[in-house]
């Protein structure tokens, strides 16, 4: 069987691309080269031999594949198609028509319009159903393709057909695609007279820029403290949490640096200019903040310059390193080092790491820079105070979210709130005038309770009750069986006691929607403000009924509590 050429330039690509990584690094290792060839033998053997026709691009993707499994987890290899839509995740633009869409039995569904696209100004709204993108049907499309199809050059057209609740016939839309730039920060306002807060969803090409602008608008309202929103904060670009931080800190103030095998791996990152926001400054911060927003508490935390607040941070603390592998645009995203703040905490999670931070870590059991025991590693703050390390940031003030019940939780995850609001919205308005004073009534909450009860998807819900009851009525079969398999005795007796008490239970999921009301008044509020008023409506909304919010401004107006954080704390050790 002869080999394509095809095979030939991958294969020998490979390997060069190899022994020029082994040059650098694995230069004393002499094995790293018969390994190689091990490797293009075994591929080799493959193409000629096995019993079906396996391309050599099939092979290759396999063997990259197998090597991002023994490496830590945010290492990827991306295609032409891969790297274009993370460009436009880390450049903050696309060309496109500004819909967040989503599935909803089995339908492309509209979440929402972005402000200012033009599926906002040709009137699409929350709950429009696509039926149709130009020519082709989207039943069961997934998201990423609906994305692909949805998006293109600025200056052409897309056609969508949409399935509107109330509305009999599909409606044609014909739109023009645009540049559409993704808000990074996308809401700021003051809470109240003294507390102003902003949100801040990712760090993108200008994240930095959009957060002074926003900044310097609070300014001029005089709050006495402001709240930065970090919390599922996924990250981003590097460059940008050191422009976010640089607006908090003195000049020249060390931000974050690098650690990585080689000298040219080992950065530091300092402010380059005088801060614009000196006041009170409380950081918000989840299990969902990683990376960039780790970078950014990390820093606000070890200079003393503001109150973390919430709950321990995801801890993906490595830097990644794009290195194009061809001229055809297949890349490599490689994790080349870690973040560590300014007092030298790494924020990386040993779970996210490989085996050089481990090795780095046992090295510095020793170190006098800080104070380890077997679990934790403490290191000291400008102010003297002792902060954690292990991986991630541990908030300064521990502030658990909102835990939810499990109807709650079904009902979020049913999005029946959201079903709900399309279905009634017309019916809703109609009769009311929606604004940020809107009341849900108690009519309003028991058309809700029907609509619940009705709907299929929510109808297999289980009280805790009925699950307790299912398991002890499965316990007692197996140790009837168990004890004697042939004797049904009582079995009868049993089976009816328990039909009828699962009959009563029944009714516990009506006690339960009863006692969940408040909850349930409040995202039915939430859901009509954002479906009629728009998004920052119902963030506003949002915020007047969140804990870490409201811890938050708290700590910010009253000054011994806010001070109490940074007084050193001693070393009990």
Not at 56 to 80: C, K, N, Q
Not at 354 to 367: H, M, N, T, Y
Not at 406 to 426: C, H, Q, V
Request: net charge negative.
């Amino acid at each position: 069987m002869k080999k394509s050429k095809l095979y030939y330039l991958t294969v020998t690509a490979m390997v060069i691309g190899f022994a020029l990584v082994g040059t650098r690094v694995y230069a004393d290792d002499e094995k790293f080269y018969s390994d190689l060839i091990r490797l293009d033998k075994v591929t080799t053997k493959i193409r000629e031999n096995y019993v079906e026709n396996v391309t050599s691009d099939e092979l290759v993707s396999a063997a990259i594949d197998g090597m991002r499994g023994i490496l830590d987890p945010h290492t990827d290899y991306f295609t032409p198609k891969d790297y274009e839509d993370l460009k436009a995740t880390t450049e903050g633009e696309f060309g496109g028509i500004g819909l967040q869409v989503g599935v909803r039995d089995r339908m492309l569904t509209v979440i929402s319009p972005m402000a200012g696209t033009p599926a906002q100004r040709m009137g699409l709204r929350a709950g429009d159903k696509i039926s149709r993108i130009d020519s082709l049907n989207t039943l069961d499309l997934s998201i990423d393709d609906a994305i692909d199809k949805l998006r293109g050059k600025p200056g052409t057209t897309v056609k969508l057909q949409i399935l509107r609740e109330g509305v009999p016939q599909p409606l044609d839309f014909l739109l023009t695609r645009e540049i559409i730039k993704i808000e990074s920060v996308p809401y700021a306002s003051m809470l109240n007279d003294s507390v102003g807060y902003v949100k801040v969803n990712e760090f993108a090409k200008r994240t930095g820029e959009d957060l002074e602008e926003k900044i310097d608008a609070l300014k001029k309202q005089n709050p006495r403290g402001i709240i930065l929103d970090l919390r599922y904060n996924p990250g981003g670009l590097l460059n940008q949490a050191v422009s976010v931080s640089q607006l908090f800190l003195k000049k020249d103030d060390l931000v974050v640096y690098t650690q990585g095998r080689e000298k040219s791996q080992n950065q530091e990152y300092h402010s380059d200019r005088d801060p614009v926001w000196t006041g009170k400054l409380v950081v918000l911060v989840d299990e969902n903040s990683a990376s960039a927003a780790e970078i950014v508490a990390g820093a606000m935390q070890d200079w003393d310059r503001g109150v973390v607040l919430g709950e321990n941070t995801y801890g993906k603390g490595s830097v990644q390193t794009i290195l194009p592998i061809d001229g055809d645009g297949n890349t490599l995203k490689l994790t080349t080092a870690y973040y560590y703040t300014p007092a030298g905490r790494c924020i990386n999670k040993p779970e996210n790491g490989v085996r050089f931070l481990r090795d780095r870590e046992a090295k510095e059991e020793d170190s006098t820079h800080s104070k380890s025991t077997k679990d934790t590693t403490w290191f000291t703050t400008k102010a003297g105070r002792k902060v954690l390390a292990g991986g991630g940031i541990t908030p300064d003030v521990l502030v658990p979210d909102t835990r939810y019940t499990r109807f709650d939780e079904e009902l979020l995850r049913k999005t029946m709130f959201f079903g709900f609001i399309i279905k009634e919205r017309a019916a809703i308005t109609a009769k009311t005038t929606v604004t940020a004073d809107f009341e849900v009534s108690p009519a309003m909450v028991e058309d809700f309770r029907r609509y619940v009860f009705a709907d299929t998807t929510f109808s297999h819900f289980k009280s805790p009750a009925i699950l307790a009851l299912e398991d002890a009525r499965d316990a007692w079969k197996q140790e009837r069986h168990e004890r004697d398999s042939t004797a049904d005795t009582g079995s009868g007796e049993f089976n009816h006691a328990a039909a009828a008490l699962e009959t009563l239970l029944q009714g516990e999921v009506n006690r339960e929607f009863d006692s969940s009301k408040e909850f349930i008044r409040e995202q039915l509020k939430a859901e009509l403000l954002g479906a009629v008023l728009g998004e920052d409506a119902r963030t506003a909304f949002e915020l007047q009924h969140d804990t870490q919010v409201d811890a938050a401004i708290h700590y910010i107006n009253d000054n011994r509590l806010f001070t109490r954080v940074f007084k050193k704390i001693k070393d009990k050790g």
